[in-house]
Nanobody, 116 residues
C-alpha cells in the first residue's frame, strides 16, 4: 500500500516563500511521475508542476519562474519550492504520483494561505 504524506503548508505573507514536501511510503516503481496539484473550493483541481523519472519538468504558466519542483529518488520524496507567493496561490496543494503510467496515488493535501 502506497501512501503519500505532504508537509510544509501554512500561512505566509505575499512575496514570501514556502517549501512543500511529499514523502511516498510503500513499494513504488522508480518509473514514475511526481506532481503537485492545487485546488480552490468550488474549482477543479489544477496541475501546478510535474517531474518525471528523467527529471524533465513542466510548470503551469501561472507559477513558472516562481515555483521549482525537484525529487529525491533515494527518499521517495518530491518537493515544491514556492517563491514570490501571491494571494492567488492560496489553495490546498496535493501531491500526486503516477507509477508506470498505471498506478495513481494522491496525498491528503496541505493548505497554503497567502495573505496580501
Amino acid at each position: 500500500q502506497v501512501q503519500l504524506v505532504e508537509s510544509g503548508g501554512g500561512l505566509v505573507q505575499a512575496g514570501g516563500s514556502l517549501r512543500l514536501s511529499c514523502v511516498a511510503s510503500g513499494r513504488i516503481s522508480s518509473l514514475n511521475t511526481m506532481a503537485w496539484y492545487r485546488q480552490i473550493p468550488g474549482k477543479p483541481r489544477e496541475l501546478v508542476a510535474r517531474i518525471n523519472s528523467g527529471d524533465m519538468t513542466y510548470y503551469a504558466h501561472s507559477v513558472r519562474d516562481r515555483f521549482t519542483i525537484t525529487r529525491d529518488n533515494a527518499k521517495n520524496t518530491v518537493y515544491l519550492q514556492m517563491n514570490s507567493l501571491k494571494s492567488e496561490d492560496t489553495a490546498v496543494y496535493y501531491c500526486n504520483i503516477v507509477a508506470q503510467g498505471i498506478w495513481e496515488y494522491w496525498g491528503q493535501g496541505t493548505q497554503v494561505t497567502v495573505s496580501s
